[in-house]
């Protein structure tokens, strides 16, 4: 670090300032001395460290105030050039990077814009006129994109943090993890109640089910975690309970309503372990909070919203029908100056001195605010605004005429019994960003209304307990248990086959068996909630088989017969790896965390890497096939070459790709992009695969087969692509793609003939109707191809011309291997799981 300078917000050498004499957040940085104020996984700063580096950030801003747009990410760069828009009085909008900016940046028109530190500086003097009080903007309660905007000052900044501050008692010593997204007033307000208080905090944007956010957790000691609901449900998943952490302090829960129950037994998790649980309320409206539930209450009143913070007042304005509840008003420093919903709302003032919460709420005889109801058409799940008139209008434009209620922890969603539940309830997700297990739809004769002819949405929440929740056929639940090796309590209505960790190959066993049980096999029943699954009856001819499957089982036949020169039909090996990238998109990609997003992928490559390895060692003691660079997969890259040592090129390849692509995901901004579009990220994958495979970089594989695993990434990144099409139209343009692409690069028509049929009935048919006794063939087929490939190298040759026989032998001998390595995984498994759950119920008993 540099030589520390004096500036006008802080003074090296001055006396440490008191609360009272505090104007701006940053006017405290230096009185903190040496105390550690933000470590990540690389570094740690100092507040004296932190606040050189924000006033070197703030002399670059210049004196003339602007309005900053921040990409507000949890790195320190983000926020110490957060802290230096306002020690240098700008004005700074904090926006999630990963939302659709268009309309905050069309409305707004930021002069600067800031991302990982970096400036771009659009004008030297601002296009607004600002008013002197403003400090922030930030979108309102969870939402994004809107362009309506909370205004807040520097005083509502101060005034939260330090309340905040001295009820939760933060100290020097304590230190939080940014948990949450700093575009979020209740994760900016973990930032700004620390900053006061000269405690520490932990930058990191891992989830909470990531090992690498409880390395740093455990690392530097952390003593507070702060969550919204769907943070708990994380912390349950990964045994959240059964963790040590002896310097935990407290955990804070805003964001939504935690269901009761879970509120008391976190309170009594809490007493157990020695820390503390506080439930707050509040809304980016009032800078973050207005209430919270003292820990020693949260166990006898889960219900309640507590008490109001220090500085603040809470009033109820009763309503006619019961005048014991009305709406919650809050009055005190922290309420928002107003909204601006244009540029010319920046020059505003103060417009608002009471903030109306839009909750319907009662105070108990003890004293404490209970919330019953809202008065206005907007909950809040998962952190996130939910306006319910919007679902019902979205849902009108596609002729689907609802009404929405708040279920708590659901929306309730009535329709007519014309439409198809299951796919009303994925509209409604993803148009929500929900889980689909967050949007309950139930169907009735007529929608209700009151007497007056209005909706009736107490009838539409009574619905979803009138209307019990359906269930799957018991022997679909146990058929699910069964053969994805799960326990049977893990196999929920909200489950899905991905969400239980299906891949492709159980994918095969699972569509084959479900069609049994169900009588036909539904569309897109991979990511369908299991409670959606319905018997049909009446059964049309044959079975239902996914066209990938077809085309596995058709495509080893070629491979080996090929290789054993029954016949000469080249090409199945591609038309597999155009397979694997389909199956990668729709088996691997859609696990729902970054953390287990890598941890899918690699299991994919390890379910690869390490049966080959184990066939290819056997083969290394009894014949001459191979090399040892052939054992770690490495015989494309280091040789040597011969007849026999390309034979295992394509597991070679597929394990490489799995690992570039491992590589690629675990960058956490990529991941995000991919998640928010899937299929233009697909495409801009596969843009790059083809621009390898004209030779762009020069790699030609008749100069260098070595090369190869690059070179034909594009059939992987064909399918990845194809799995991801949103629509027919979309999908018609990967097939453009595929026949466009594919032409010249064997140089032989045949082959390219063959490869282009495959991929395109990939791309075009989802499925296809065959024999009944088709069906089971082609599973094992496909289920087994790995295994084929793997051994008919060292099958075929021992029946010497008899190349049909061979041919038959290769096929059983790989598909009986299969099965045999299923079992012994599944009985290891098992055991594992046996002896977890027995040490589980020792560590009780201990306890």
Known sequence: MGARRTHGWWSRTG??????????????????????????????????????????????????????????????????????????????????????????????????????????ERRAHSAHDLHPDLALLLSTSGSTGSPKLVRLSHANLLANATSIAQYLDIGAADRAVTSLPLSYCYGLSVLHSHLVRGAGVIVTDHSVVDPRFWTLFTEHRATTLAGVPYTFDLLESIGFDRMQLPHLRYLTQAGGKLAPDRVSRYAALGEQNNWQFFAMYGATE?????????????????????????????????????????????????????????????????????????????????????????????????????????????????RIEAFCADGGDQVIVAVTGKHDVGEVRRFVAQSCGLPQNSVRVCLVDDLPRTPAGKPDYAAVKALATQQPQPQAPTDVRALFAEVLRVAPVDVTDEATFVSLGGDSLTYVTMSIQ???????????????????????????FGRTVEMSVVLRAAAIVLVVGSHIQLFELWGGAHILLGIAGYNFARFVLPAPTLAQRTRWIALAAAGIAIPSMVWIALALVFTNDYAWTNLFLLNKVLGPDGPTQGHLWFVEVLVFMLAGVLALMAIPWIDRVERSRPFWFALAVLAIALAVRFDVLGLDPSQDTRRYTVLCFWFFALGWAAAKAPTMWYRLFVAAIVIVNVPGYFHDSARETLVIAGLLLLIAVPSIR?????????????????????????????????????????????????????????RITFEVRRRTDRADRLLERSS
């Open 770 to 826: 065959v024999p009944a006794f088709v069906a089971p063939v082609a599973a094992a087929l496909a289920s087994g191809s790995l295994f084929v490939y793997l051994t008919h190298w060292q099958i075929y040759p021992l029946f010497g011309d008899h190349r049909l026989l061979a041919l038959a032998v290769s096929l059983a001998f790989g598909i009986v291997l299969h099965s045999a390595y299923r079992w012994a995984l599944a």
């Open 514 to 540: 479900l069609e049994d049980a169900l009588g036909w096999l539904p569309p897109d029943w991979h990511t369908t909630p299991i409670g959606e699954f319905r018997p049909r009856t009446g059964r049309m």
């Open 15 to 120: 006396t440490v300032p008191s609360m009272a004499t505090l104007t701006k957040l940053v006017d405290c940085l230096t009185s903190h001395g040496d105390g550690v104020a933000l470590i990540d996984a690389e570094r740690q700063l100092t507040y004296r460290e932190l606040a050189d580096e924000v006033a070197t950030t703030a002399a670059q801003l210049g004196p003339s105030r602007r309005l900053v747009m921040i990409m507000a990410r949890n790195d320190i760069e983000t926020i110490v050039s957060y802290l230096a828009v306002h020690a240098a009085g700008h004005v700074a909008i904090l926006v999630s990077p990963d939302s659709d900016l268009t309309p905050l940046t069309d409305t707004y028109d930021p002069d600067i814009v800031v991302d990982h530190g970096n400036f771009d």
């Open 286 to 398: 009032a800078t973050a909070r207005m209430a919270y539930l003292p820990p020693n209450l949260a166990k006898t009143h889960p219900n309640a919203i507590g008490v109001v913070i220090p500085g603040g007042s809470l009033t109820i304005e009763p309503s006619i029908d019961d005048p014991a509840v009305g709406e919650l008003v809050y009055s005190g420093p922290n309420v928002m100056l107003g909204y601006a919903e244009s540029p010319a709302d920046l020059a505003l003032g103060r417009t608002v001195e009471r903030l109306r919460t839009g909750d319907l709420a009662r105070r108990t005889d003890d004293g404490l605010f209970e919330i019953v109801g809202r008065a206005n058409r907007f909950v809040k799940l998962f952190g996130l605004r939910i306006d319910l008139a919007r679902i019902e209008t979205v849902l009108a434009d596609r």
